[in-house]
């Protein structure tokens, strides 16, 4: 069965914290995507990646940056934590051509910024 | 660009009513649409999609949605909803492109909550 996998549930950080999040994916996907969640908005993508050391800003990258090493893994950087991250994350993963379920989900990380 | 609003944020009904949640979009160039759910507490899973052929599509826990082309809407609807279709649900346009990787651009969502 298809697997995405986000590290954390729940992630509690300081203002200023280098932060990582974390998202492996089992099924050998191209295409992995961050968003976040926030309510009222919707989903916004942060940042994607379509190979192993290739990444493209999404909507709202600022404060942001990724890290695509391995295939299987994609990580999600705040190189100095704000308030206003303080959000519902979550990782993505697709083939180039799968147009019969285009992302896989990962269950999500809540990070709260304090 | 694309945008996909849905119209109601939040839609409470009684169990074993009908239900349908609204989706506009708008683009320049032709896409493929898509509902998806979120059950509390966990990820977005797939609930249906529209990528040609008939207009109305059906999907997963008995739900179907219509493609409008004129109207540039999407409308989710179930005829008979449980208490386990409390969820929020997320209408999503991705543009029709022939490489790279596939955006999903999604609506605000709707929070549906059944009542007994």
């Known amino acids: 069965d298809v697997k995405v996998t986000q590290s954390s549930r729940y992630l509690v950080k300081r203002t200023g914290e280098k932060v990582f999040l974390e998202c492996v994916q089992d099924?050998?996907?191209?295409?992995m995507f961050w968003y976040r969640q926030d309510p009222g908005l919707g989903l916004r993508l942060i940042y994607f990646?379509?190979?192993?050391?290739?990444?493209e800003k999404g909507d709202i990258p600022e404060g942001y940056s990724v890290s695509r090493e391995k295939k299987e893994r994609f990580s999600l950087i705040l190189e100095s934590a704000s308030t206003n991250q303080t959000s519902m994350y979550l990782c993505?993963?697709?083939?180039?051509?799968?147009?019969?379920?285009?992302?896989?989900f990962g269950n999500g990380t809540r990070l709260t910024v304090t | 660009a694309q945008s996909v609003t849905q119209l109601d944020s939040q839609v409470p009904v009684f169990e074993e009513a009908p239900v349908e949640l609204r989706c506009n979009y708008s683009?320049?160039?032709?896409?493929?649409l898509f509902w998806y759910v979120q059950y509390p507490n966990q990820g977005l899973q797939l609930l249906l999609k529209?990528?040609?052929?008939?207009?109305l599509v059906k999907g997963i826990n008995g739900f179907e949605a219509e493609f409008n082309k004129s109207q540039t809407s999407f409308h989710l609807r179930k005829p008979s909803v449980h208490i386990s279709d409390t969820a929020e649900y997320f209408c999503?346009?991705?543009?029709?492109?022939?490489?790279?990787?596939?955006?999903?651009?999604f609506g605000q969502g709707t929070r549906l909550t059944i009542n007994p």
């Open positions: 099924m050998d996907h191209e295409n």
């Open positions: 999503a346009v991705m543009p029709r492109l022939n490489q790279g990787a596939q955006k999903l651009v």
């Open positions: 990646s379509y190979d192993v050391k290739m990444k």
């Open positions: 993505a993963s697709s083939t180039p051509s799968s147009y019969n379920s285009p992302l896989h």
């Open positions: 683009s320049s160039v032709s896409v493929y």
């Open positions: 529209y990528l040609s052929g008939s207009t």
